[in-house]
């Protein structure tokens, strides 16, 4: 007996298609397995900004060198009435400026670790980044009385490991959406620009502090004035944190 098979042509063209875009979809993934992000549902991952609807914002502050800025950033927040700020504080500056950092307490605003030393965090092995997490931690909690659990790490640098070390250690690690470029001293009206320009709901806001940064204080004042006249409220960085889902920006493994 014979069996004959009629095959549809548009049907035989179409299932080709789709086997070799199976089989392309395939070698991407092998290809791209060592450039998977760093973030995924099932790991720690550094905070860029808030999912929110609410005009919130959060003005955020590095310290690690120096003692002219702070003070007078201090100031311009309390004249305006800005309760609500969070200090990143590196760990040996803290030790040497005892005074400024009761000012910060006193002022009621939030103190997270900038790390230990200033370097960049994915270079060293998981034992020294424990080692840095920790002994800024211990310094910080002795100053302030409280424990913290945010941290932004030196240079905003970290990998895969790094994000893993700090979360084992109970810590969530905050980077920012809006970089005022502060630190490249090109000028206050610059940073006012790229701050209120950039501005938005949920936003965390990356401002420093440190003697390097010559313009803050000239630029804040400003900055301050016109986000209110745009809607804005000022959070800290724990308090939007509790409003919604956190929003992380993907970022390849720097240690792969």
């Known amino acids: 007996m014979n069996f004959f098979y009629v095959f549809n042509g548009r049907k035989l ?9 199976i089989l392309f ?11 998977i992000s760093v973030f995924s549902y099932n790991e720690p991952a550094a905070i860029y900004s808030v999912v929110t609807d609410k005009k919130v914002i959060s003005l955020t502050f590095d310290i690690s060198w120096g003692e002219k800025r702070a003070e007078p950033i201090l100031q311009i927040l309390q004249e305006k009435g800005v309760k609500k700020a969070t200090f990143f504080l590196s760990s ?6 005892p005074e400024i950092v009761k000012k910060i307490i006193d002022a009621g605003y939030e103190i997270g670790s900038h790390g230990h030393k200033h370097v960049n965090y994915s270079q060293l092995s998981n034992e020294d980044i424990r080692k ?3 002994t800024a931690h211990g310094i910080l909690s ?7 659990n945010l941290i932004r790490m030196p240079n905003g640098d970290f990998d895969k490991r790094v ?3 700090a979360n084992d250690l109970g810590y969530k690690v905050i980077q920012w959406d809006t970089d005022s470029h502060d630190w490249m001293n090109k000028g206050a009206d610059n940073i006012i620009q790229r701050v209120v320009s950039r501005a938005h709901p949920g936003d965390i ?3 420093h502090a440190s003697d390097s940064c010559k313009q803050t204080h000239l630029a804040l004042p400003t900055i301050i004035d016109e986000l209110r006249t745009k809607g804005y409220e000022f959070a800290t960085v724990s308090e939007m944190l509790q409003l919604t889902e956190v929003n992380g920006t993907k970022v390849p ?3 792969s």
């Open 92 to 97: 040996p500056w803290s030790s040497s400026h």
């Open 132 to 134: 840095q997490i920790q």
């Open 253 to 255: 493994d720097q240690g």
């Open 205 to 207: 806001v990356l401002l």
């Open 142 to 148: 002795e100053m302030t009385g409280k424990s913290p």
């Open 25 to 35: 979809s395939i070698g991407v993934v092998y290809v791209e397995k060592d450039q």
């Open 163 to 165: 994000l893993q070390v």
């Open 13 to 21: 063209k179409r299932y080709f298609i789709i086997g070799i875009a």
